[in-house]
Each structure stands twice: as C-alpha cells, then as structure tokens.
C-alpha cells in the first residue's frame, strides 16, 4: 500500500474502544443454538503422526470459497495435517456451545463487530491465546502504524497482543460512475452540493439514496460516525461511543442527525427503502435508482452476479463535509482473527496465522475477496488483482480524506442497546416518526445509564 500520513491518521483513531452495543455478555451468558454450519476437511479422526485443526469462519460477503482454498495450501505445506473449515453466516452461535462446553475451534475469524460479541466475551473472560510469539519486532514492522495497538488487538493495556487483524477496510458512499459522467453529476464535497445534486437527480427520476433500512440500518455508521468527527472533531465522535455526558446532544450530532431529517422531509431516500434488505437495496442501488448508497469494499463482490445498469462502473467517495474548512473523514474497519486459550491446537493454529500474512495469502484474499490485511505495501502488492473501486477504497486517504473508526465502550451486562436505539431512530427519522431532538434525547439517556457500567 502507498504510504500516507492520511493512514498513520486512520491508525489514531482506532485507539478508540471497540465493541458492540451498550452491553457485553459473557459467552456463558447468551443462549445456545444448533450447528447448521457446513464444514470441509477429509479426515473423520486423527492417526499416528496426524493432525486435525479446526477453523472457525463468518460467512458472509466475502465468501467460504477463499478458506477452503487456503486450507489445501497449507495442508500442502504441512504433511499429515487437516485443515476442517466451519463457515457460517452465525458462526457465533453455532460456536458459542462449543466454547462453553471445552471445545472450542482453534481458530476463530468472527469480527468484533459481529453482533454475536464472541470476541469481546473472549476478552472479558480472559480466554484469549497472547501472540506476542507470532508478532516479533520484524513482523509488527510490517503492519501499518496503530492496526496492533487497537482495543480489540491489545485489549489490556500491556500491549500484549491477543487478536490478529486480518482484514481491513475504509467504507463510504459508493456510486456509478457512468451515470455521473451521462448526467454531467459531480462527486459531492458538501452537503449542500448533496443535497444540491439530489435535487437534479429528482428530475431525472433517480432518488439521491438508500441503505439497508430493513435488515441493518448500522450500515449508516458508514455515513454518520464519519460525519461527527468532521463536524465535531475526532474527541466528539469518542466522547460519544464511551458515553460523556452532552456528547450525543451536541450541536455537531444534532447537525449530523440533521441530514437525515432533511433527506426523509425533502424526498430523497428511494421510495420503498425502509422495507429494503441491504441486499434489495444494492439490487436497486445498481439499477441506477438512487445516487448513493454506504456499503464496504466488499460491495462488488458480493454483487458480482446481480444484473446492474448498461455500462456500471463502480465509484468511491468519503463523507462530505458541512463547510470546505472542516476535515473530510471516510470510515474504517478492522476485522479480526484469534486463538481461544481452551483450543486444543495452539501451535499449528499460530503456524496457520502466520501462513494469512504471506505473500501468497495476501494475492489471494485481493483476488477472490477483494480484501486486504493492513499491511505496508498490500494494496500495491496486489493491485492487479483488485477492481479499481476497490482500490480506490484502500488509497482514498492520499485523496485527503482521514479514516476513523471506533464502537462503543465495553460495559456489564444491560438491557439497553444504545447501538440498537441509534440505527432504530435512524428509521425513525426517515419514517417521520422522530424528531431530531427526540433522538439525541434518547440516545443521551442511554449514555447516562452506561457509563455507570462501563468495564473497568
């Protein structure tokens, strides 16, 4: 990847504390579900000189295709060994019994954004394998400055690592770059000349956006998270995820919930929208219905057999600002991959680790996932074998725009879900059914009650 003062930015931000919403329950603590999951690997049982590791993998945009893949190859390097693949779009659930009961995979890649929070139950209950072994001096070298020190990699304070980042992304608005050209439409910088371009697309019965409001309206952190750091500052935008008091009744977030207030009263969001799934949504999305939609780069992907408008080409652009003074921010992610201290493989799951960072590895992940680790030089390592959108995602910092990312602060157990009433207010918004003032009223109540609880 090109270097970029940008991207050193993006890694500032990720000392943001990251979890999943306004509560984290212990592994223990959730209830259990069936294995529907579909596993690969040739052998029923281990023999003399023989070895079995199990994996553990989301399923979802990217795929299960890639992981068998990776594990022929590294049976191929690895003589007696098996490599058994679980992949599953609930992968959490189908492993939570599993860990609860001693026998838990050896190795896990379930993001701490998963709403399953199996990570961040592994951190709490302290049954995380350390990787300081697998992450020398020479080998942190490699990684782009900050991805080791976030909360989920170092989680303790010691700077002790015990989850490795596997892939990373920057998300922001993605468009069709042939309708803009045919229309003569520019990339927006402000909101005005959104909502200016908006109000032309109208006319040409093309609506200005739509997102995921039926199945995960949390795709719009994509838009909003982004949007406070710029018209607050990044203190805002981690005032808000760790609770302080005002943070979420300040005049920045109300200005940013604003937008959405202005969309859904002018018009602009795609009829049917908030009955769409986000993948009706992206199905519209490429029919040229609307301008605009925040997805990842992980979009083209997941869409590649869907059928789109004559000549579509993806675009990618980050969060516009409210005035040209202000820093444009675009949103970013990490995903990461760990080892349960109960596993029953730790050495050969460390050796299967290290073996995603290869060279090999990486052309892989670009060319059938499109996704990268972050690591210095990835992007261009693999440019040939990643869509141009794809790799705009990954070099939109050279183009000024600073990545943030966080997620709200670790607490006790709670029966609120401040992440579930900010995305439902969102709906609200848009349904005409909140107030602006209601919503931040909300949400400021919620920060109230969790920051008594916050983990220590």
Not at 67 to 88: S, Y
Not at 206 to 234: K, R
Not at 261 to 281: E, F, V
């Amino acid at each position: 990847m090109r270097k970029s003062k940008k991207l050193t930015a993006l890694m500032c931000a990720l000392l943001l504390v990251i979890t999943i919403a306004g509560g984290c329950a212990k592994v223990a603590d959730q209830p259990q579900a069936s294995d529907q999951s579909e596993s690969t690997g040739t052998a029923t049982g281990e023999t003399a000189g023989s070895k079995e590791l199990h994996i553990a993998v989301f399923q979802g945009g990217y795929g299960r295709e890639v992981w068998d893949t990776l594990a022929k190859n590294f049976e191929a390097e690895h003589e007696g060994v098996t490599v058994n693949i679980t992949a599953n779009p609930k992968i959490g659930d189908v492993i939570r019994p599993q860990i609860m009961s001693g026998n838990a995979p050896d190795l896990i890649y379930l993001a701490s954004t998963n709403e399953s929070g199996i990570l961040q139950s592994l951190i709490q209950d302290k049954q995380l394998e350390n990787l300081d072994d697998i992450f020398t001096e020479d080998m942190k070298a490699k990684f782009i400055d900050g991805t080791l020190s976030a909360p989920t990699i170092a989680p303790y304070g010691d700077g002790k690592i015990y989850a490795a980042p596997l892939f990373y992304s920057t998300m922001g608005l993605f468009y069709n770059k042939t309708l803009f050209k045919e229309n003569g439409f520019e990339v927006p910088k402000t909101w005005d000349e959104f909502f200016a371009l908006g109000d032309a697309a109208k006319k040409k019965g093309i609506a200005l956006f739509t997102y995921a409001a039926a199945n995960d309206p949390s795709y719009n952190e994509i838009v909003m998270s982004p949007a406070i750091a710029s018209a607050g500052g990044e203190q805002l935008l981690a005032d808000c995820f760790n609770y302080k008091k005002g943070a979420w009744s300040s005049d920045a977030v109300k200005k940013v919930f604003g937008i959405y207030d202005k969309m859904a009263k002018g018009g602009y969001l795609l009829d049917g929208t908030l009955a769409m799934t986000h993948t009706q949504s992206q199905e519209q999305f490429l029919q040229n219905k609307a301008l605009f939609i925040p997805n990842g780069n992980w979009l083209e992907n997941e869409m590649k057999e869907t059928p789109r408008a004559d000549g579509f080409e993806f675009g990618f652009t980050g969060i516009p600002v409210f005035d040209e003074s202000d820093t444009p921010c675009v949103w970013s992610n990490i995903e990461e991959i760990y080892i349960p201290s109960q596993a029953k493989e730790i050495d050969l799951a460390k050796e299967f680790m290290k073996f995603l960072y290869t060279d090999e590895s990486i052309k892989l992940f670009a060319e059938n996932v499109g996704s990268i680790p972050p690591i210095q030089g990835a992007a261009d390592l693999v440019k040939d074998k990643l869509s141009d959108s794809v790799y705009e995602t990954y070099t939109i910092p050279e183009k000024g725009f600073t990545p943030v990312t966080g997620a709200f602060a670790m607490t006790q157990q709670s029966v609120i879900s401040i992440r579930d009433d900010l995305y439902n207010n969102l709906n609200s918004i848009m349904a005409g059914e909140q107030t602006v003032d209601g919503w931040s009223a909300k949400l400021e109540e919620d920060a109230g009650i969790l920051s008594e609880d916050l983990l220590k």
